[in-house]
Every structure is written in structure tokens, then in C-alpha cells.
């Protein structure tokens, strides 16, 4: 190997090291190292004390994740702390990974391109820094298709692609059509026996030590009550009681935010770009010209598979759930890597740059929750707050006041009139699904600028006439 040969090989991967670190830095320093919502807590409760029974956290478990958190949370100070750098970690590792998958089939010029537009796609940005497993999950599916990007796929590479495949069904087992995608063109390319080997191998990682921790018939208990209410009742899918009105515009929505082609207020610009980038890249694909990798049909048609499953079966109103189309969008664009690899690249740095600089915002890092937490140290003894999803931040981090869950609004009278001693003041939650308010709030609890987790909590006192 020559002294050039060296440094075009050393020179990117030095770049694609500062790309990671840099979107490390960027998840680090937005981070609030707080939960954002209900699942937030329900992980750092199962950090403390792992058991999906009570939700520690809520069935499947993510036993994985909770298990990187809890090793992290060793020296860690606090399980907070623990979880949030599992999601920095893993952001990070993810802008490398794809940088490998990229450059095998485009070169290292349009590796660091791709870890330059996957570092600055608006929805990785804005949960790698979060406790949720979706971070970790994205760093395993990256993995699943990094050990297929061999042009041939040897039988190891099946087995590793399987064994990446078993356990993000232990990190997230909602993301299982990514799986059933692999399966099916390990069999389509005779590598379903060491596949399948991989599969079995990364689930029984996992799957004892859940079983041993909660116990069989518990375990298999809780799994059948959770997915129950998941469809007929709380959870948020098609069949669920609380499944949104507007379910196909809020799904289409948050894809088009995924893929990048909308976002948030001031990005227009760089929507634009993307709205470009994928319609160019579009035209490659279907004239049909493009060798594909095995692991490039495998993510495309498990997102496919994804996208229908969101639609049927998930929370649609949650955009976390569609991070898995961000590094869908970068692969999309390999055509492009591969025609113009330096200007691309160089239009990849600056949308990177150009959409952390518009998206950090340092005025406002901690959740609305938690501003609400703190009001509450203030409010005069013998008061009550009622509020919906809300409540479980309260199991965590107890309030000088009692806090009294509410599951919809038409129940709301009757669980304050319930209440013994009659509470002095009155304090009620707008996150109650289905309660009407009227007059001026009492509180407002801003949601941070751009925060796709974020809502705006505002809290109401009632007199006893308006109960």
C-alpha cells in the first residue's frame, strides 16, 4: 500500500471519527438528562428496579436497554445519566456505522457524506440525546445491515446480521418487521441457517434472564394483558379506543418529518434540499441502473413492512416511532454519492451544520414536566393536582402535594368528589384526554422550541362551583 493510498483511507475515516464525536457533542449538549414522558420514567424506574409487571417499564421490557443502562448506571451517578449516554453512545456509533455501509458501496467520500446527512437529519438529532431505546434500537439495525455489506454475504455475515436481529427484538420488539425483512432474503440468498442461528443466538441473550427476573406464567401475564390494551384499549393502535382520529395524516405526517422533506418552523430551506435530494435520487432508482446490496433490499423492504405496521399498530401521534426512516433517506440517496461523491459531500456538511445551528436552542433544555414540578414546590399545603400522563412523573420524583391520575376527562368530577379530605385548592392538568378547561391557567409550562416530544402543559384552579 502506498503513502496516498494511505492517507485517501486515513483522511475520511479521521473525518468520519469527527462526524461521530461531533453529533456526540451535539446529543450531550441538548441532552436535559430528564424523561421527556411516562416512558421515560417507566425506563429509569426499571434501571432502579427492573419489572414490566408494574411497568418498570411497560411490557416488552426492552431488556437490553435497560440492561446497558443499568451496567452504565455502575459509576454513573444517576440512572438518568445511565440511559442518556446509552442514546449518546449509541447516536454516535450509528453516524459510524452508516458511514461504513455507505462507503462500501460508494466510497469513503460518500461514507463521510452519509454520516454527515444521518448526523443531521432532524429527528435523529432530536432524540439522540433522550431516554428512549429508539437511539440504541437504530445503532442495532444499523448494525443488521453493516454485517451484510459484503458484495457476496459469507455465512458468518448471515450469522452476525441474525445475531444483530435477535437482539433488537430485545431493545425494540415493535421494530420486528426488520426482522421478518432479513429472514426473508436470508432464504432468498441461502444464508437462512446461519441467519436463523444469528436470530435464536441474540434472542437468548436476553429472553432467559426476563424469564428467570419476572418468572413464566408472570411473564407470559403480563405479555397478554399489555397486548390487549396495546389493541382494544390504551394503546394507540387502529383498534384501540384511543386511537387518533386523524390517524393516516398524523402517520403521513410524521414519515414526510422522518424522511426528512418537512420539519419544524425555519427549515424550510433544508426541506427543500431534501425534497431535491430524494426526487434526483428517485430517478436513479427507477430507471433501474443501481446495483443493490442484499442490506440495502433488506432496510427498504423492512420499512416498507414498518410503515404498514406504524400505521396498523402503533402510536402514530409518537414521532419516535419513525426514526428507523432516517437512515432510509440517507441510503436513498447513494445514487447521488456516487456521481458527484465531493460535492455531495460538501452539500452533506452543510446541511449538517446549517440544521444544528437553526435547531439548537439553549434558552429552554428541561421538559415542561419538570418546570411543572417545580411550580409545585410553591403551592399551598391541603392542594391536589389532577392530570393524565403526567401523573407517572410523580412516581419518580414524589411532590410535596398529592398528585391523582386521571384517565379521561368524564371521570374527573367524580375522582375529586372521591377525594377525603376535600382538597383546598384545586389543581387540575390539561393532559387529561377529553377534559375541557375554560378562563385563564394558572400555570403554562412551555413545550420546547422544535421538541418532538413536547407538549405545552398548562394547569387550572377550580373553584368548588366548578367542579
Known sequence: MTSQDTRNGFIPALMTLALAAYAGFIAYSSASFLPDDEDGVNFILGVKDYNP??????????????????IIA???????LALGLVSIIASALSVWVVSCIARSETGAWGGIAASALLAGTGIFTSYSGKIFSEPLALLVLLLWMA??????PRPRDWFLSGLSAGLLLGVRLSWWPFTVAGVYYAYRNSGIKNHLAGI????????????????PTQLADTAFDFVYGHFFDWGGAITSTNGSSHRFYDWR??????????GFEGFRLINAVWIILLAASSYYWIRGNEKVAVA???????????AIWIMAGQNVSKTRHFLPFAPVAVILTLPLFNRWPKAFTALALILLLGGNVLRHDPVIKTPPVFNMAQWLEGAENGSALFCGPAERYFDLYPAKIPVISVKHGDSLRG???????????????DDIPGVKLTGAPEAVFAARPGDPVDRTLKIYKLAPDEI
Do not use: D, T
Open 74 to 80: 455502575l459509576w454513573a451517578p444517576s440512572p438518568e
Open 253 to 262: 405526517m410524521n414519515l414526510a418529518q422522518a424522511l426528512g422533506v418537512i
Open 147 to 152: 454485517a451484510l455489506k459484503n458484495c457476496k
Open 415 to 429: 375522582i375529586i368528589k372521591s377525594r377525603w379530605p376535600e382538597p383546598s385548592a384545586i389543581l387540575v392538568c
Open 200 to 215: 435464536c443466538s441474540g434472542i437468548l441473550v436476553w429472553l432467559p434472564v426476563m424469564v428467570f427476573v419476572i418468572g
Open 296 to 306: 440495502i433490499k433488506m432496510l427498504i423492504a423492512g420499512a416498507a413492512l414498518y
Open 53 to 70: 409487571v408494574f411497568h418498570q417499564p411497560h411490557f416488552p421490557g426492552y431488556p437490553v436497554y435497560v440492561a446497558l443502562g443499568k
